[in-house]
């Protein structure tokens, strides 16, 4: 059975730094393309990166240059670096697997892990 699991979320004062972690299990990690995904209070999910099994990535501008995504297939583990926070980066982030929102929504999705950015 296919398993996403995230940590690293929490409080964080803004311009601070959390790195996310997704483990996977139950599936061919390294050949798939992994998103993440994040849903701020009230609102509706908006990809924000993804990575491809070759280790391209690709960014909503919003994060662009802020929150880098990367992957380590040996140990089936999705990582999202979020640097230099922002109130608006308040939200539940979820690792997925797919490349945009419509394909992931056909995947697997963690349980997601909150992220707060405030004073």
Avoid: H
Avoid at 103 to 116: A, E, K, N, P
């Amino acid at each position: 059975e296919a398993q996403l699991v995230e940590s690293g979320g929490g409080w964080v004062q803004p311009g601070g730094s959390l790195r996310l972690s997704c483990a996977a299990s139950g599936f061919t990690f390294g050949t798939y393309a992994m998103s993440w995904i994040r849903r701020a209070p009230g609102k509706g999910p908006e990809w924000i990166a993804n990575i491809n099994s070759g280790g391209n990535t690709y960014y909503k501008q919003s994060v662009k240059d802020r929150f880098p995504i990367s992957r380590d297939n040996a140990k089936n583990t999705l990582y999202l670096r979020m640097n230099s926070l922002k109130p608006e980066d308040t939200a539940d982030y979820y690792c997925t697997t797919g490349s945009s929102l419509p394909d992931s929504l056909r995947g697997y999705w963690g349980q997601g892990t909150q992220v707060t950015v405030s004073s």
